[in-house]
C-alpha cells in the first residue's frame, strides 16, 4: 500500500526534524571537543607542555610534624626542632652516586667509613628511595649544599623537624625514643604507610613513642614540583601540607618524675607514684637513665657499648620490665588471703623462735632470735616471717595466688609502654605447667614471704599498693587527653576483698611507720595530716647455707655489689584519706627500711606538697641532711623554656 501524500509530507517533515537534532548533536560535541583543545592547548598549555615533556611533574610526599607530648601540667617533653639534612635518590644522579658524594664531601665531612657504609646502602635501596646522607647541619653547611646543588645531580638540601626530648633522661625510659624506619621496621608492617619510606622521617621505636605512634604519627602533606631532564627540581608547582600528629597529654608530673630521678641518684633503682583514686601515674622512673636525644640523632658506638655494658642496666626499663622477689611488701598479699579464708582473724597469734620447721627443713626469721608471740597487726610491723611461715601451711598457696591477683600482681597491666612484664603469682598449677613438678611445703612458705617463684615489678607493687589504700579495683593509666580531649577516668569497681581484713592490713602498714618498734619508723612522716603507712621489704639474691648461719650471715656491705639483697619499699599517704600510693626499689641496696624506704618518703613527700618535701614533715635529726641533698640538686622548675607547637 503506498503512502499518501500527506503521509510522505509527514515523513519529510520528522526526518528532517531528526537530521537536525543529531547534526546538532554533532556540532555541541565538535565544539566542546575545540572548546578542551583550546583550554588545554592555550590556556593551560605551558602545565601539559610539562607533563608530557619526559614526565618533568613530580609529586613529592612532605613529612608531617609529629605530635608535641606534653606532660599533665602542659609541659612539653616531647617536642621538635628544626634539622637541616641532604638526600640523594640514585635515579636522579644517572645511576652514579660514589662522583656526586666525593663532590659533596668537599662541601661537608663524610668519613670513608660513612662513605662505604652510604655505598653499601645505595645498593641495597631503591634507586627512586632518597637516602639521606647527613642531617643536623649547621646553616653554613646547609646553604654551601644549597649553592652548589647545579653541581651535585640528585642531591636534595632540605629543612625539616626532629624529634627532642626537652627532659633527656628523666624520661627517657616511659617515651622512649624515635628513630628512622629500618628494613626491620618495614619487615613487621604488612601494608606501610608510603609516608615511611620517606628518608627523613622518624618513627617512635620503643616506650610511649612506638605504643602510641598511630596518634603521634600525623598524615603526610604533598608538593608539585617541576623538574628538568636531569632530574633537578626546577620550582614548585603546587603545596599542601600534612596534618600534624596529635598532641598527647600524659600523666606524669614531670617535675615530680625529676626529683624522683635525683633522689634515687646513681643506684639501679626504679620509683612508681600513682594517683590512688584515678589510677594516673605520677611519676615511673628508672635509674639510672640515657639521653634518647642520642638515639633519634644516632648514638655512636661508644656511647651504646658504654650503655650495654654498664653494670646497672640503663637501657632497662625497671619499672616495667624488671621483676623482683617482692620479699615483706608480699606479705599483705599472705595477711589478706588468710584473713579472707577464715584461717585466722586480727587477733590470731603465732609464736616466733626464730625459726619453723617443715618438711625436714628449717625456715628461719629474718630476727635471729624471733619475735615472741605475734598477732595479724605485729606480724606486718615487725615483719615477723614465721608468722606468715605457719600461715602459709594454713592456708595454701592456692588462695595466697588467688588474693595476689586481686590485688595485681601476676598479670600485665595494659599501658602504652615497652615489654610489660606479667610477673608471677604461682600456685600448683603454674608451677606443674612451668616445671613439670609438684607443689612443696617449702615453696608455699618462700612464696609467703615474697621469695621463692613469686615475682612483681615496681609497677604491679604499686598498683597493689593503691589497691590496698583505696578499696578499689584500680588500674593505672597514662594518657589524661588527646588533642585536649580528657580521657574518661574509669569507674573502678569495688576491690572483692571484705572492707575489715583491709582495714587490718592498713593498720599493720600505719604501724610498719609510726609504732615504736615499726621496722620503717626512721622514714616516717611526722605531719599527721599527711601519716604515712608503708611496708619494707629485703629479697634475697643469693643462698645463705647452714655453715655461714653457723659463723654469722655476712652484712650485705661486705658482699660485692650484684650479690647484695633487693631492698623494697611501698606505702601510700594520707593515711586516713589517700591520695598517692608509691613503689620503690633499689636493686642489691641491701634492707629496705634502710636504703628504699628514706627515697619513697621523700618522693611521696614532693607529691604530698606539690614541690620540694618540707623540712618539718621529717623527724628532726634528718632535716640538716635532706637540706644538703636538696641544695646539692638541679631541680627541673616550670618557668623552664618550654617548646612550642610546629
Not at 590485688?407 to 612451668?434: N, T
Not at 650484684?562 to 619499699?569: K, N, S, T, V
Amino acid at each position: 500500500m503506498t503512502d499518501t501524500p500527506r503521509q510522505n509530507d509527514g515523513n519529510g517533515r520528522r526526518i528532517g526534524r531528526r537530521g537536525l537534532m543529531l547534526a546538532g548533536i554533532q556540532l555541541g560535541v565538535v565544539t566542546t571537543l575545540a572548546l578542551k583543545l583550546r583550554s588545554m592547548q592555550v590556556e593551560h598549555a605551558e602545565q601539559y607542555r610539562m607533563l608530557a615533556d619526559g614526565n618533568s611533574i613530580k609529586i613529592r610526599l612532605l613529612v608531617p610534624a609529629r605530635g608535641l607530648i606534653h606532660d599533665r601540667n602542659g609541659i612539653v617533653i616531647a617536642g621538635n626542632e628544626q634539622n637541616y639534612r641532604v638526600t640523594l635518590t640514585r635515579e636522579e644522579a644517572g645511576g652514579e652516586v660514589e662522583p656526586v658524594l666525593r663532590r659533596l664531601a668537599r662541601l661537608i665531612p663524610i668519613s670513608d667509613a660513612r662513605m662505604a657504609e652510604l655505598l653499601d646502602e645505595f645498593a641495597r635501596r631503591s634507586a627512586i628511595t632518597p637516602i639521606v646522607l647527613a642531617d643536623r647541619l649547621s646553616w653554613e653547611q646547609f646553604s654551601s649544599i644549597a649553592v652548589n646543588a647545579p653541581a651535585l645531580a640528585g642531591v636534595t638540601p632540605e629543612s625539616g623537624l626532629s624529634r627532642v626530648y626537652p627532659r633527656a633522661g628523666d624520661l627517657a625510659h616511659v617515651l622512649g625514643y624515635v628513630g628512622p624506619v629500618s628494613d626491620y621496621d618495614l619487615s613487621k608492617i604488612e601494608d606501610p604507610d608510603p609516608v615511611l619510606m620517606l628518608p627523613e622521617f622518624q618513627l617512635g621505636k620503643v616506650g610511649f613513642e612506638a605504643r602510641m605512634e598511630d596518634h603521634l604519627r600525623g598524615k603526610a602533606g604533598q608538593r608539585r614540583v617541576e623538574v628538568n631532564s636531569a632530574g633537578r627540581e626546577m620550582r614548585q608547582l603546587s603545596r599542601q601540607e600534612g596534618e600534624q600528629g596529635a598532641t598527647v597529654q600524659m600523666t606524669i608530673d614531670a617535675r615530680l618524675q625529676n626529683y624522683a630521678a635525683q633522689r634515687m641518684g646513681e643506684e639501679s633503682a626504679a620509683a612508681v607514684v600513682m594517683d590512688v583514686q584515678t589510677g594516673d601515674i605520677l611519676t615511673i622512673c628508672s635509674s639510672p637513665s640515657f639521653d634518647p636525644n642520642k638515639f633519634v640523632r644516632g648514638i655512636s658506638s661508644p656511647d651504646y657499648k658504654a650503655l650495654m655494658n654498664h653494670d646497672h642496666r640503663p637501657l632497662a626499663d625497671k619499672t616495667v620490665q624488671g621483676v623482683y622477689p617482692p620479699g615483706s611488701t608480699f606479705k599483705m598479699v599472705t595477711l589478706l588471703a588468710g584473713l579472707e579464708a577464715g584461717v585466722i582473724n586480727a587477733g590470731s597469734r603465732f609464736y616466733c623462735p626464730g625459726y619453723t620447721t617443715a618438711g625436714g627443713r628449717r625456715f628461719h626469721c629474718w630476727r635471729k632470735g624471733g619475735h615472741g608471740t605475734v598477732d595479724a597487726v605485729t606480724s606486718l610491723s615487725h615483719s615477723c616471717d614465721v608468722y606468715y611461715y605457719e600461715l602459709a601451711q594454713k592456708v595454701g598457696i592456692d588462695r595466697i595466688a588467688a588474693m595476689a591477683r586481686k590485688l595485681g600482681l601476676g598479670q600485665r597491666h595494659d599501658l602504652p609502654m615497652s615489654a610489660v612484664a606479667e610477673g608471677i603469682a604461682p600456685d600448683r598449677a603454674w608451677k606443674q605447667a612451668r616445671h613439670g613438678q609438684a607443689w612443696q611445703v617449702g615453696d608455699s612458705l618462700n612464696a609467703s614471704i615474697g621469695q621463692g617463684y613469686v615475682l612483681a615489678s615496681p609497677l604491679q607493687l604499686a598498683v597493689m599498693t593503691a589497691r590496698i589504700a583505696s578499696g578499689r579495683e584500680i588500674r593505672p593509666r597514662l594518657v589524661r587527653a588527646i588533642d585536649g580531649v580528657q580521657q574518661p577516668v574509669p569507674d573502678f569497681p569495688v576491690l572483692d576483698v571484705n572492707p575489715a581484713f583491709l582495714r587490718v592490713a592498713r593498720l599493720g602498714m600505719d604501724e610498719v611507720m609510726n609504732s615504736a618498734t615499726g621496722t620503717a619508723r626512721r622514714s616516717r612522716i611526722v605531719r599527721e595530716d599527711w601519716r604515712m603507712a608503708g611496708k619494707t621489704g629485703t629479697s634475697q639474691v643469693r643462698n645463705i647455707t647452714a655453715a655461714e648461719r653457723a659463723r654469722g650471715v655476712v652484712s650485705n656491705d661486705q658482699l660485692p655489689w650484684e650479690r647484695r639483697d633487693h631492698a623494697l619499699f611501698v606505702c601510700y599517704a594520707p593515711y586516713d584519706a589517700p591520695r598517692y600510693a608509691v613503689s620503690v626499689v633499689v636493686e642489691h641496696g641491701g634492707g629496705g627500711s634502710a636504703v628504699a624506704a628514706p627515697v619513697a618518703r621523700d618522693i611521696l613527700l614532693f607529691a604530698l606538697a606539690g614541690g620540694l618535701p618540707p623540712l618539718d614533715a621529717v623527724p628532726g635529726d634528718q632535716r640538716d641532711a635532706m637540706e644538703e641533698r636538696h641544695n646539692a640538686m638541679h631541680l627541673f622548675t616550670p618557668e623552664a623554656p618550654r617548646l612550642t607547637r610546629a
